[in-house]
């Protein structure tokens, strides 16, 4: 089994960073892919970003393509977004997940394939 606990979130104004973390404890070899999702009222969860564990390799939403970045710290098991620039638009409940399997790039920002989930982080941006 795999646990993840996120941490990090809060309210900021818009052009602003913030950091979340995910600690993952457990099983935390079996973990393949890793990724960041955001759900807002009334919406869908939706892919923010993913990479994979070992040999990097990440992916993107359109939305936050170069303001965040996905990192996973081996040394401390825990995954990483780093978030610039913030919109209100990435107001949200963000929630990191995880995966056993090495996911194909075209399914790694799909909530579906995942199996373990953190309880969520908000995120709010103000204008």
């Known amino acids: 089994q795999v646990q993840l606990v996120e941490s990090g979130g809060g309210s900021v104004q818009a052009g602003e960073s913030l950091r979340l973390s995910c600690a993952i404890s457990?099983?935390?070899?079996?973990?393949?892919?890793v990724a960041w999702f955001r759900q807002s009222p009334g919406k869908e969860r939706e892919g923010v970003a993913a990479?994979?564990?070992?040999?990097?390799?990440?992916v993107y939403d359109d939305s936050v393509r170069g303001r965040f970045i996905i990192a996973q710290d081996h040394g401390e098991d825990t995954i990483i977004l780093r978030m610039t620039n913030l919109k209100p638009e990435d107001t949200g409940m963000y929630y990191c997940?995880?995966?056993?399997?090495?996911?194909?790039?075209?399914?790694?920002?799909?909530?579906?394939?995942?199996?373990?989930w953190g309880q969520g982080a908000q995120v709010t941006v103000s204008s």
């Open positions: 457990g099983n935390s070899y079996d973990i393949n892919t």
């Open positions: 990479t994979y564990s070992l040999n990097g390799g990440a």
């Open positions: 997940a995880a995966a056993s399997r090495r996911l194909p790039t075209d399914r790694m920002l799909s909530p579906g394939v995942y199996r373990y």
